[in-house]
T-cell receptor, first 112, second 115 residues
Framework: GESVGLHLPTLSVQEGDNSIINCAYS??????FIWYKQESGKGPQFIID?????DKRQGQRVTVLLNKTVKHLSLQIAATQPGDSAVYFC???????????FGAGTRLFVKA | GAVVSQHPSWVICKSGTSVKIECRSL??????MFWYRQFPKQSLMLMAT?????????EQGVEKDKFLINHASLTLSTLTVTSAHPEDSSFYIC???????????FGQGTRLTVV
């Protein structure tokens, strides 16, 4: 299947600090991108999305940045809280097709 | 957001038996559903794309005769793991989308353990 089966990199941050999680996507034709949060033993939950005609989108405490030139996506979490501890995946979609392809994921640990 | 329900949430079966996992979109019609497999500490690996009323499209390396997918209605897709072996033990997750340019909603996953 598509997507990379690597062991997850880990980001450890202090409670209250900002977190930045990065993702490289693979298909230059992808035009829709989503960040998901996955807690242990659960399915992924939608956090925020961005379309390829934008380079930045803000939500509540989260911001997604898209750099199409280098096929890079980032998720910024402001004032990180213990409840933010989870695995975060970026997903890319080419809306001319149907697949949602996941990146490798990053495990976020928030230290109290 | 929309709700996708996956059942069962966990199952233990004997080697050689078959297991069926259901994925239902509860409050929307999903023309397309996806099945993923996830090993511990790894990302989600797309197994197949399931379109209502037609045959599923399997990703390279996924055995279609082993992982049978049926998408009989706009709200239900099933994955049957046939003749399960211990190496099939994994976390299986489905997702559903209403359209190509909308977010996918995920089920809660099914933990399959084959003993």
């Amino acid at each position: 299947g598509e997507s990379v089966g690597l062991h997850l990199p880990t980001l450890s941050v202090q409670e209250g600090d900002n977190s930045i999680i990065n993702c490289a996507y693979s298909n230059s034709a992808s035009d829709y991108f989503i960040w998901y949060k996955q807690e242990s033993g659960k399915g992924p939950q939608f956090i925020i999305d961005i379309r390829s005609n934008m380079d930045k989108r803000q939500g509540q405490r989260v911001t997604v940045l898209l750099n199409k030139t280098v096929k890079h996506l980032s998720l910024q979490i402001a004032a990180t809280q213990p409840g933010d501890s989870a695995v975060y995946f970026c997903a890319e979609i080419y809306t001319g097709g149907f697949k949602t392809i996941f990146g490798a994921g990053t495990r976020l640990f928030v230290k109290a | 957001g929309a709700v996708v329900s996956q059942h069962p949430s966990w199952v233990i079966c004997k080697s050689g038996t078959s297991v069926k996992i259901e994925c239902r979109s509860l409050d929307f019609q999903a023309t397309t559903m996806f099945w993923y497999r996830q090993f511990p500490k790894q990302s989600l690996m797309l197994m197949a794309t399931s379109n209502e009323g037609s045959k599923a499209t399997y990703e390279q390396g996924v055995e279609k005769d082993k992982f049978l997918i049926n998408h009989a209605s706009l709200t239900l897709s099933t994955l049957t793991v046939t003749s399960a072996h211990p190496e099939d033990s994994s976390f299986y997750i489905c997702s559903a989308r209403q359209g190509a340019d909308t977010e996918a909603f995920f089920g809660q996953g099914t933990r399959l353990t084959v003993v």
